[in-house]
């Protein structure tokens, strides 16, 4: 029936009307907060373009998880930055690599805590690419082995869930077979299913240091103007054995975490990755918007889009004022 028997501002009155109303609601539950472990002790280095973010020492990533914990957000994500880098990567499947290291910390304090682990290589390259280099291109069959043997040592550390960012064909599989190998059929795998070639990543680049030396990521990473190569993507992912979806990043691409959560079954995770948080940052430091609203406007967008979780750089923050 139209005006004036129906007004839809009947509804929307007052608060007690509008929470009965509300389709979305953002707990600290959805959250999980990507944290960058480096070497030392009691080291805290701000990342200048992620206000708010450190690269953290093993000591004080406890510090900061113990506040996930009172905060009830389920997870961290763990990013690590080596004390050196190389062709291989190695650092990124050292026994006592700096992720190794700080999730065996993180699970004998906090043993409730789900750890998250991002596998992948271009923190750990001298050339910056998420797999090993062949001349001019990265070699996508060599690479596996090398985030099968990543995968393995952090569930060794304690991972209770291993996450592959690098985008080369295949690796899920060879990752779940490798940890089945291990004994290891009980850690989850979260593929970067959807991760899109993004200019949104920079202020993540500097804080890890792991801009490509040469060339890009096109080769690897999807191309910011499909859709329906997302879903191949996610379709042959739950092929291989993914049991979360993320699509990354997730402002830029409300469309796609919709037509994911539409086509699969799978819980969704999308990333609101670092460029994501810097232009919120940066616009509240220059007081040309409402960081604090502007935050809760787009995680809840995030969620309404069809996220079950989403990983951000805001968890801490959004949970102290979710918590009230
Ligand atoms: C590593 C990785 C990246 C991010 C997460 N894992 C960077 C990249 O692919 O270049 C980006 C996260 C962010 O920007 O917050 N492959
Ligand atoms: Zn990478």
Redesign the pocket.
Same mark, same amino acid.
């Given at each position: 029936m139209p005006f004036p028997y129906q007004r839809l501002r009947r509804l929307r009155q007052n608060e007690g009307f509008r929470r009965l109303v509300r389709e979305t609601v953002l707990t600290p539950s959805d959250l999980i907060l #990507?944290l960058f472990a480096i070497g030392g002790t009691n080291v805290k280095n701000p990342i200048e373009s992620m206000p708010g973010q450190y690269q953290l020492s093993p000591d004080n990533i406890v510090k900061t998880a113990r506040q996930v914990v009172e905060l009830g957000i389920p997870a961290v994500i763990l +990013?690590g930055i080596p004390d050196g880098k190389d062709a291989t990567g190695s650092g990124a499947y050292a026994t006592d690599g700096i992720v190794q290291q700080s999730v065996t910390l993180i699970k004998e304090t906090l043993p409730d805590l789900l750890v998250i682990t991002?596998v /992948?290589l /271009?923190?750990y390259t001298d050339h910056g690419h /998420?797999g090993v280099v062949a001349g001019q291109t990265v070699d996508n069959d060599a690479t596996l082995a090398l985030l099968a043997k990543t995968a393995v040592s952090h569930a060794r550390a304690g991972a209770d869930m291993v996450a592959p =960012?690098?985008m080369m064909d295949g690796r899920v599989a060879a990752i779940r077979n490798a940890l089945d190998d291990d004994g290891f059929k009980h850690t989850p795998i979260m593929a970067?299913a959807a991760?899109y070639c993004s200019s949104?990543?920079g #202020? +993540? $680049?500097s804080a890890v240091d =792991?801009a490509p030396k040469f060339g890009d $990521?096109r080769t690897y990473?999807m191309d910011p103007a499909n859709s329906d190569e997302a879903l191949r993507e996610v379709a042959l992912d739950i092929e291989e054995g993914a049991d979360i979806i993320m699509v990354k990043p997730a402002l830029a691409f409300l469309d796609i975490i919709r037509r994911v959560r539409e086509t699969v079954d799978l819980p969704v995770a999308a990333?609101n990755? =670092?460029?994501e948080y810097a232009m919120i940052k940066a616009a509240d430091q220059l007081g040309w918007l409402d960081g604090r609203q502007v935050m809760l406007e787009t995680l809840t967008a995030i969620k309404r889009a069809g996220a079950d979780m989403i990983l951000t750089y805001f968890a801490l923050e959004a949970a102290t004022i979710l918590n009230g």
């Open positions: #990507p +990013f991002d /992948c /271009c923190e /998420c =960012s690098d970067y991760k949104y990543y #202020p +993540f $680049r =792991s $990521r990473q990333y990755v =670092s460029g």
